[in-house]
Structure formats: structure tokens, C-alpha cells
């Protein structure tokens, strides 16, 4: 089991910027890959960036791709996104993800195996 505690979120302007951070406890190699996933009412979630806690290689989306970091901590197995140049299409509600092993797949930022997830926290840009 892995529990994932997220903290940051709110709201911001256009342009404007956000760090969201999270912290897993619990089966570390459950927690090998983690990472940030978001969603909007009426559309499935989509991987926003991914990382993997051991070798660092990350995967993002096409649409954060330069706008997105995410980064970790491994003596506090957290990872934080620093989300810069924040758009209004950025709005939704982002949730942190862990899982054994991270790849991209077809749809971009992808986890296989058991997926943990925490409750989500809402980010809002406004134009």
C-alpha cells in the first residue's frame, strides 16, 4: 500500500505560476514511478508528467512540455511540479499518482501496475 499526501493548488492568473508537491509513505517500490495526472468534468485523466524515482527520467505531456518541471526528493519521497506560464486549458483538478514503473504510452504519461492515487487538489487559471 502506498498513501500520497499533495499539497499546493489554487488559483492563478494567465502567465502566472504553481509548485504542487507529493509525499509518499509505504511500499517504496510501489512508489518507484510517480507523478501527476489531471482531469476535467466530462474527460478521462490524462498523465501530465511522470517520474521515475530511481533513474530520474521523466516523461511529459505535449501541452505542459517546457512549461512543466517535475522534480524529486528521494530522502522525503516526494515530487513537486513547478508549473510556469500557466494557460487557462491548465485548469482542472490535478492528482498525484504512484506506481512500480513509469513509460509513455500512447496517450503520453502512462504507469503499469498497481496505480495509488491521492485525492487530487484543484489548480484554477483564469484568463
Known amino acids: 500500500q502506498v498513501q500520497l499526501v499533495e499539497s499546493g493548488g489554487g488559483s492563478v492568473q494567465a502567465g502566472g505560476s504553481l509548485r504542487l508537491s507529493c509525499a509518499a509513505s509505504?511500499?517504496?517500490?510501489?512508489?518507484?514511478?510517480m507523478g501527476w495526472f489531471r482531469q476535467t468534468p466530462g474527460k478521462e485523466r490524462e498523465g501530465v508528467a511522470i517520474?521515475?524515482?530511481?533513474?530520474?527520467?521523466?516523461y511529459y505531456a505535449d501541452s505542459v512540455k517546457g512549461r512543466f518541471t517535475i522534480s524529486r526528493d528521494n530522502t522525503k519521497n516526494t515530487v513537486y511540479l513547478q508549473m510556469n506560464n500557466l494557460k487557462p486549458e491548465d485548469t482542472a483538478i490535478y492528482y498525484c499518482?504512484?506506481?512500480?514503473?513509469?513509460?509513455?504510452?500512447?496517450?503520453?504519461?502512462?504507469?503499469?501496475?498497481?496505480?495509488?492515487w491521492g485525492r487530487g487538489t484543484q489548480v484554477t487559471v483564469s484568463s
Open positions: 499518482a504512484a506506481a512500480p514503473v513509469c513509460y509513455s504510452g500512447s496517450y503520453g504519461p502512462s504507469l503499469a501496475g498497481n496505480n495509488y
Open positions: 517520474i521515475s524515482m530511481g533513474t530520474g527520467v521523466a
Open positions: 509505504g511500499n517504496t517500490y510501489s512508489s518507484s514511478c
